[in-house]
């Protein structure tokens, strides 16, 4: 039985700035993942703001939205069996230095804050960051 799914991916302003891009991408597509739609954007720090709501109440919620809006991001939606699963896997722990090899943010992220990738963290919040970015 068929399982497939949409999540979120947010190649941060860190891994853009280094032009990592393309093979961040071809990580997605060497796992079997389908690029269904990308965009290279930059974001007002409102929009942020308001995509890491959840995050309000953390005492790095302000850098994180100053972060995620400083420069261009490629935002995409992926899709697989289970992605939103094969997702979190593939990038690997929040904190680079506890991520494990074959991670996104083992082989790219700088530090906790500057960790190259975004993903959604459940089917639900998927399909919300999914209409945050892509619907019209
Ligand atoms: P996730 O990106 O692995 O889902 P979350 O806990 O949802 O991690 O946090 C969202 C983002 O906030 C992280 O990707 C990271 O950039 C930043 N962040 C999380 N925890 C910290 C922290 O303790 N200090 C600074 N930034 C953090
Ligand atoms: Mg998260």
Redesign the pocket.
């Known amino acids: 039985m068929s399982n497939s799914e949409q999540t979120l991916s947010i190649i ?1 302003p860190d891994a853009v700035e280094r032009n990592l891009d393309s093979e961040i991408k071809l990580m997605f597509k060497n796992k079997g993942f389908k690029i269904v739609q990308e965009k290279k954007i930059q974001i007002e720090k409102s929009e942020a703001e308001r995509f ?1 709501k ?2 309000e109440t ?1 005492p ?1 919620y302000k ?2 939205c100053e ?1 995620l809006s400083s420069g261009p991001i490629v935002v995409m939606i992926l899709e697989k069996e289970n992605a939103v699963l094969a997702n979190r896997e593939l ?1 690997g ?2 904190n680079p230095k506890d991520a494990i090899d074959g991670t996104i943010r083992k082989k790219y992220g700088l530090s ?4 190259s990738v ?2 959604s ?1 459940s089917l639900e919040n998927a399909k919300l960051e999914i209409d945050f970015f892509f619907k019209d």
Do not use: C, E, P, S
């Open positions: 941060k890491y959840v995050h953390k790095f850098d994180l972060y990038m722990a929040t906790i804050d500057k960790n975004h993903g963290d």
